[in-house]
């Protein structure tokens, strides 16, 4: 089982932009989802971005989709979320997350997909 160890977040004014990163060690073969989620206090986590290593397939929760990016670096599979354009609503604990191979059980933006979860990094938006 890999590791997941996300790092980059901060605090920003509205309008800001932030690009946290997740080291994937353990995933630097085969096919995997990696995804981005964040929770904010006393709300549920949800999925703000996916990718699959496969093709470079990528899904987007409508509240970011134009503002926000998912990315790796192929040979390290180090994952990237840009994050341009912030509101304070986007302030949340944001973590990362992987399955290995080619099939979910759930949408890649639904946290049920994944079985292998990295800690939180903290993202503040402030007006």
């Known amino acids: 089982q890999g590791q997941l160890v996300a790092s980059g977040g901060d605090s920003v004014q509205a309008g800001g932009s932030l690009s946290p990163s997740c080291a994937t060690t353990g995933y630097t073969s085969g096919r995997a989802y990696l995804a981005w989620f964040r929770q904010a206090p006393g709300k549920e986590r949800e999925g703000v971005a996916a990718l699959w290593t496969g093709d470079g397939g990528t899904w987007y929760d409508d509240s970011v989709k134009g503002r926000f990016t998912i990315s790796q670096v192929n040979a390290e599979r180090t994952l990237f979320l840009q994050m341009d354009n912030l509101k304070p609503e986007d302030s949340a604990l944001y973590s990362c997350?992987?399955?290995?191979?080619?099939?979910?059980?759930?949408?890649?933006?639904?946290?049920?997909?994944?079985?292998?979860w990295g800690q939180g990094t903290q993202v503040t938006v402030s007006s």
């Open positions: 997350a992987a399955r290995p191979g080619s099939g979910l059980p759930a949408s890649p933006l639904d946290p049920r997909a994944y079985r292998n």
